[in-house]
């Protein structure tokens, strides 16, 4: 074993990236390749140093290590007491796992990212977003005050906002960026104020303050529900919940190593981590806990009948990646922490896996589209290998590891509220089905020619696809090996032991223990190879038609295509009619009218009165006399009139 972590070096994790960042701002920006060398070389080592991190947790029982806080702001009011603001870090078991999970997909991505970004004018912009991105996602796990999380909590929204409209020259990034800035920000708001409200009942910042606070019931149960939901309100933004999902899909108009980052390790595990780190308040807040659960069963089963309509590959992936948080706020509102953050690290795995894998087959086709590809099994078989294995760990296919972090989600529903259990047992039976008819699209059948690339220069000879290059390949490789094993990690309870370790005493204490049970594996498994089965019948063998389905349940494959209509709501009625026909259409009559009727109204009223008094200068002395004992007679019979004698 090593040494405890020092604190130098726990801080270094976050630095290094911010330290790539400006390297390339400064120095490396004339020099793509060195630019894309400086991240890597900084994020692996970051990677490294969370290894460590891992280690000493592991070695203290998952409890937090003992970090100094630094004083970083104080704020003396009139009255009252200061405002302090202090900086820290805290490590304990589930600030190791994040840290593992984030520094390891994002290192692999920036590899596969030389390869995919190869020839692209803004490569070095590319590796400092990408660099301030990771440190954002690092400083939003390590902090201990929820005031400095919120910090980074609104980087990982500006970097995201940054990558996702990387290519601006696009309409479609443009418009797919800002749209997740604004819906994201809907949520930040009960944050925000979730924070302030805290501060002023609490006093304080520290999350481990506020945790002790809740649970030995120093602080009212009304006053933690309104936390918890101002809580899982800014989670429901990033994390991608019912109804704030609707950013997402259209976050694909970024490049892919962008969409495996934001899905897997960053962005929408950021609203995940942060309820299970909030986690006793939610166990007192049961109200507020069980509207975790129901919202989460809702995203993920709506998300998943989206994905069997889509075409892209990559919003498949995306539309799965929202039913699978949705399954992890589900587990937490059913008082699964362990299950949900065991799901999230098997999830960053093959998740990162099956978007790299579209980038991959991406880049041989020059799209997206699942229509004009297939046969590509024999022309990239390491991309077919590897994202085949994504997708059986996605579906919970045993021994891969999906298999034992659904299953653990699955027990926990069974055992807790069961119209909740059958709820993501259908939601096993639609990932199967969907994965693997983007698998039999993609991947079987005849090649149906792929796409022109959209700039010359720029993508692959569409007409003859090839495997990838290795250092595209590569990363695949090894993704594909925890998406396989990683799953093994808690069935002697290791995952569970290092994440109690990181609660209070009594929450931990409550917390289920993990209990396989073999009816629940055998059921998940069979509904699993039931949905792997119907997707051979309709695309694989063609024995039953999608045609005929989809004119069969017109109407609802209607609801599914137009995405329950949710984009007509938010852009139709809000947005332009609304904010715009509405909000900005009455700004605008306020402006006109009264603003600039106002003053237009006294620049005309100086005007004539200037006009007026310009024609009595004549230059003439006897009319100035005139005018001169004219006022003095009127002035003189102001004052007898209100004097007299």
Same mark, same amino acid.
């Given at each position: 074993?090593?040494?405890?972590?020092?604190e130098?070096?726990?801080?270094?994790i976050?630095?290094?990236?911010?330290?790539?960042?400006?390297a390339?701002?400064?120095?490396?920006?004339?020099?793509?390749?060195?630019?894309?060398?400086?991240?890597?070389?900084?994020? @692996?080592?970051?990677?490294?140093?969370?290894?460590?991190?891992?280690?000493?947790?592991?070695?203290?029982?998952?409890?937090?290590?003992?970090?100094?806080?630094?004083?970083?702001?104080?704020?003396?009011?009139?009255?009252?007491?200061?405002?302090?603001?202090?900086?820290?870090?805290?490590?304990?078991?589930?600030? &190791?796992?994040?840290?593992?999970?984030v520094?390891?997909?994002?290192?692999?991505?920036?590899?596969?990212?030389?390869?995919?970004?190869?020839?692209?004018?803004?490569?070095?912009?590319?590796?400092?977003?990408?660099?301030l991105?990771?440190?954002?996602?690092l400083?939003l796990?390590?902090?201990?005050?929820?005031?400095?999380? *919120?910090?980074?909590?609104?980087?990982? #929204?500006?970097?995201?906002?940054?990558?996702?409209? *990387?290519?601006f020259?696009?309409?479609a990034?443009?418009r =797919?960026?800002?749209?997740?800035?604004?819906?994201? $920000?809907?949520?930040?708001?009960?944050?925000?104020?979730?924070?302030?409200?805290?501060?002023?009942?609490?006093?304080?910042?520290d999350?481990?303050? /506020?945790?002790?606070l809740?649970?030995?019931?120093?602080?009212?149960?009304?006053?933690?529900?309104?936390?918890?939901?101002?809580?899982?309100?800014?989670?429901?933004?990033?994390?991608?919940?019912?109804?704030?999902?609707?950013?997402?899909?259209? =976050?694909?108009?970024?490049?892919?190593?962008?969409? &495996?980052?934001?899905h897997?390790?960053?962005?929408?595990?950021?609203?995940?981590?942060l309820?299970?780190?909030?986690?006793?308040?939610?166990?007192?807040?049961d109200? =507020? $806990?069980?509207?975790?659960?129901?919202?989460?069963?809702?995203?993920?089963?709506?998300?998943?009948?989206?994905?069997?309509?889509?075409?892209?590959?990559?919003?498949? %992936?995306?539309?799965?990646?929202?039913?699978?948080?949705?399954?992890?706020?589900?587990?937490?509102g059913?008082?699964?922490?362990?299950?949900?953050?065991?799901?999230?690290?098997?999830?960053?795995?093959?998740?990162?896996?099956?978007f790299?894998?579209?980038?991959?087959?991406?880049?041989?086709t020059?799209?997206?589209d699942?229509?004009?590809?297939?046969?590509?099994?024999?022309?990239?078989?390491?991309?077919?290998?590897?994202?085949?294995?994504?997708?059986?760990s996605?579906?919970?296919?045993?021994?891969?590891? #999906?298999?034992?972090?659904?299953?653990?989600?699955?027990?926990?529903?069974?055992?807790?509220?069961?119209?909740?259990?059958?709820?993501? %047992?259908?939601?096993?039976?639609?990932?199967?089905?969907?994965?693997?008819?983007?698998?039999?699209?993609?991947?079987?059948?005849e090649?149906?020619? @792929?796409a022109?690339?959209?700039?010359? @220069?720029?993508?692959?000879?569409?007409?003859?696809?090839?495997?990838?290059?290795?250092?595209?390949?590569?990363?695949?490789?090894?993704?594909?090996?925890?998406?396989?094993?990683i799953?093994?990690?808690?069935?002697?309870?290791?995952?569970?032991?290092?994440?109690?370790?990181?609660?209070? $005493?009594?929450?931990?204490?409550?917390?289920?223990?993990?209990?396989?049970?073999?009816? /629940?594996? %055998?059921?998940?498994?069979?509904?699993?190879l039931?949905?792997?089965?119907?997707?051979?019948?309709?695309y694989?063998?063609?024995?039953?038609?999608?045609? $005929?389905?989809?004119?069969?349940?017109?109407?609802?494959?209607?609801?599914?295509?137009?995405?329950?209509?949710?984009?007509?709501?938010?852009?139709?009625?809000?947005?332009?009619?609304?904010?715009?026909? @509405?909000?900005?259409?009455?700004?605008?009559?306020?402006?006109?009218? /009264?603003?600039?009727?106002?003053?237009? #109204?006294l620049?005309t009223?100086?005007?004539?009165?200037?006009?007026?008094?310009?024609?009595?200068?004549?230059?003439?002395?006897?009319?100035y006399?005139v005018?001169?004992?004219?006022?003095?007679?009127?002035?003189?019979?102001?004052?007898?009139?209100?004097?007299?004698?």
């Amino acid at each position: 074993m090593l040494p405890e972590i020092p604190e130098g070096v726990a801080w270094s994790i976050l630095l290094l990236p911010i330290g790539s960042m400006l390297a390339i701002l400064l120095f490396t920006r004339p020099y793509p390749r060195l630019s894309g060398y400086a991240t890597i070389a900084a994020i @692996g080592t970051a990677f490294l140093f969370s290894l460590w991190a891992l280690d000493s947790s592991i070695d203290s029982d998952g409890a937090a290590l003992a970090f100094r806080t630094h004083e970083w702001l104080t704020i003396t009011p009139p009255a009252g007491p200061d405002l302090v603001v202090n900086l820290g870090i805290r490590l304990d078991g589930l600030t &190791a796992i994040m840290l593992l999970v984030v520094t390891s997909v994002s290192l692999l991505v920036q590899v596969y990212s030389q390869g995919y970004m190869k020839g692209d004018g803004g490569y070095s912009r590319y590796y400092a977003y990408m660099s301030l991105f990771t440190a954002s996602m690092l400083g939003l796990i390590l902090v201990d005050s929820i005031l400095m999380l *919120f910090v980074f909590w609104e980087l990982v #929204g500006l970097s995201s906002y940054l990558l996702i409209g *990387f290519w601006f020259h696009k309409p479609a990034a443009a418009r =797919a960026a800002m749209k997740a800035f604004i819906v994201t $920000r809907l949520g930040d708001i009960g944050l925000l104020l979730a924070i302030i409200l805290i501060y002023v009942k609490a006093g304080t910042f520290d999350i481990a303050e /506020i945790q002790e606070l809740a649970v030995a019931g120093v602080l009212s149960v009304n006053v933690l529900t309104v936390f918890a939901l101002g809580i899982f309100a800014g989670a429901a933004g990033k994390s991608a919940q019912f109804p704030l999902h609707v950013w997402l899909p259209d =976050a694909m108009e970024g490049p892919t190593p962008v969409s &495996a980052l934001i899905h897997a390790a960053t962005m929408v595990v950021a609203g995940i981590y942060l309820v299970a780190r909030m986690f006793p308040i939610f166990e007192v807040a049961d109200d =507020a $806990r069980m509207t975790v659960a129901a919202i989460g069963g809702t995203t993920a089963l709506l998300a998943a009948l989206l994905a069997i309509v889509v075409t892209d590959i990559k919003r498949v %992936l995306a539309y799965s990646t929202i039913s699978q948080l949705g399954y992890m706020m589900l587990a937490l509102g059913l008082g699964g922490y362990v299950a949900a953050i065991f799901h999230l690290l098997t999830h960053a795995f093959f998740k990162a896996l099956l978007f790299l894998g579209s980038g991959s087959v991406s880049h041989a086709t020059n799209t997206f589209d699942m229509r004009r590809m297939g046969g590509l099994r024999k022309m990239m078989p390491w991309t077919y290998a590897t994202f085949l294995i994504g997708s059986l760990s996605l579906a919970g296919v045993f021994p891969l590891a #999906g298999f034992w972090s659904k299953d653990e989600i699955l027990g926990d529903a069974w055992n807790e509220q069961q119209v909740l259990f059958w709820v993501a %047992l259908g939601v096993v039976f639609l990932t199967a089905f969907y994965m693997f008819r983007a698998i039999f699209m993609t991947f079987e059948g005849e090649y149906q020619g @792929g796409a022109e690339p959209e700039e010359e @220069g720029h993508g692959g000879d569409a007409a003859h696809p090839h495997e990838s290059p290795w250092v595209m390949v590569a990363p695949l490789v090894v993704l594909a090996v925890p998406a396989v094993l990683i799953g093994f990690a808690n069935i002697s309870g290791g995952v569970e032991h290092l994440l109690a370790g990181a609660l209070p $005493r009594e929450t931990a204490a409550a917390l289920h223990p993990f209990e396989f049970s073999w009816a /629940i594996a %055998l059921g998940s498994s069979a509904v699993a190879l039931a949905g792997i089965g119907g997707a051979w019948l309709f695309y694989g063998v063609k024995v039953l038609s999608a045609e $005929r389905v989809r004119s069969a349940v017109g109407p609802l494959h209607t609801l599914l295509v137009r995405k329950y209509f949710l984009d007509d709501l938010y852009e139709g009625l809000i947005v332009r009619r609304l904010l715009i026909g @509405g909000v900005a259409a009455g700004a605008a009559w306020f402006d006109t009218y /009264i603003v600039d009727g106002i003053a237009n #109204g006294l620049a005309t009223t100086v005007r004539a009165s200037g006009d007026g008094l310009r024609l009595l200068q004549t230059g003439q002395v006897q009319v100035y006399g005139v005018i001169g004992f004219t006022g003095l007679l009127i002035a003189g019979g102001l004052v007898f009139l209100l004097n007299p004698l």
